[in-house]
């Protein structure tokens, strides 16, 4: 065998490392990147739950009042009808719990299945949102 034959030879099996090299590296990296992807942590992804309570009110004023009042931090929705006197809520029950927005709507005035309100809060509303 030639020395030049030698070298060509060398040249190819060099080449061929590099490039076998290469392709471990690239293979490597997808690898890692599917596997990252796999492993991520759900549990600390947001859960939103939506229910749906009765609160009593009669106007648009009612409705008004009682979505803000609804709307706490944690609530994504809040939704109330004046026909079917029914408060769709969109939230994250880690953030927040139904009960604790059933006693706020109650602290303005509005009854809710679990909580009725005051005398004083229910007295406090306008004329055109007494529902008693």
């Not at 009725?116 to 949102?129: E, M, Q």
Request: proline share 2%.
């Amino acid at each position: 065998m030639s020395v030049n034959s030698n070298n060509k030879n060398n040249l190819k099996i060099t080449k061929m490392k590099t490039l076998k090299l290469f392709l471990a590296a690239i293979i490597a990296v997808s690898m890692s990147a599917t596997v990252s992807a796999q492993t991520k942590d759900h549990s600390t992804m947001a859960m939103t739950k939506t229910e749906t309570i009765k609160v009593s009110g009669k106007c648009e004023s009612c409705k008004a009042r009682i979505e803000k009042t609804a709307k706490v931090d944690g609530v994504t929705k809040a939704v109330w009808s004046d026909k079917t006197k029914m408060l769709t809520i969109a939230y994250n029950p880690s953030n927040v719990k139904i009960d604790d927005i059933q006693k706020r709507l109650a602290a303005v005035g509005h009854d809710t299945p679990k909580y009725k309100a005051t005398d004083k809060a229910y007295n406090a509303l306008p004329g055109c949102c007494k529902y008693r």
